[in-house]
Structure formats: structure tokens, C-alpha cells
Nanobody, 124 residues
Framework: QLQLVESGGGLVQPGGSLRLSCVVSGSPLNHLAVGWFRQAPGKEREGVACITSRGDDTKYADSVKGRFTISKDNAKNAVLLQMNNLKPEDTAVYYC?????????????????WGQGIQVTVSS
């Protein structure tokens, strides 16, 4: 019964910003670690950012450090991904994923609940 729904994607020019939201239903957010992953056409799915159940630790892919920020809004039971200074290479389908056993990480295999994915396109 755990569900994750992403929103906030779309088309943006290089250097622009987007904020993705992942609303989680079926479990309190403080019981879950959440990660953001992305997959570009012809490429493997890669970890982008993750946050622990308490929200006290975060990790980022080297390619997005300093540009992306992951956070939790416990009142809304949502995880946010603020994406600034977007580049064409950020173009991908972005997925949020939740884990109630392992407390975070960039390994996709530890996540057993996934959202449907949302398109982010960075192009001039």
C-alpha cells in the first residue's frame, strides 16, 4: 500500500531551476529513507541524491553536488529535490524510491518502492 507520486518536472533552459516533489502515502516519512534516481535514454539508472529517515544525513552524486538539494517536508509527507543551474546532461526520467529497512544509500537495489517517474528536459 506504500505509494510514491512525483511531480514538478518539465522543460527548462540550461541554467534554470526546477523543484521535484515526491509525496509518500502509506507510511510516515520518518520511517523511510528516500532516494532520487534518474535514467537517460540508452543509459543505466543512476543515483542522484538520498536522505535518511531522520533527515540528518544526505548524499549526492558528484555530478550534481553544489547544484541539487534533497530535503524532507514531514508535514506534507513529501521529499523535495531542488535542482539549480540545470545542464543538458541532467535530462532524464527522474524517480523517487523509498526504503524502510536500510537507512539510505545510492544503491538502487536496496529500494523496494518506486514512483512512476517524471520527465525533466533541459534544452535551449
Amino acid at each position: 500500500q506504500l505509494q510514491l507520486v512525483e511531480s514538478g518536472g518539465g522543460l527548462v533552459q540550461p541554467g534554470g531551476s526546477l523543484r521535484l516533489s515526491c509525496v509518500v502515502s502509506g507510511s510516515p516519512l520518518n520511517h523511510l529513507a528516500v532516494g532520487w534516481f534518474r535514467q537517460a535514454p540508452g543509459k543505466e539508472r543512476e543515483g542522484v541524491a538520498c536522505i535518511t529517515s531522520r533527515g540528518d544525513d544526505t548524499k549526492y552524486a558528484d555530478s550534481v553536488k553544489g547544484r541539487f538539494t534533497i530535503s524532507k517536508d514531514n508535514a506534507k509527507n513529501a521529499v523535495l529535490l531542488q535542482m539549480n543551474n540545470l545542464k543538458p546532461e541532467d535530462t532524464a526520467v527522474y524517480y523517487c524510491a523509498a526504503d524502510g529497512i536500510f537507512d539510505g544509500g545510492m544503491d538502487a537495489t536496496i529500494y523496494d518502492h518506486w514512483g512512476q517517474g517524471i520527465q525533466v528536459t533541459v534544452s535551449s
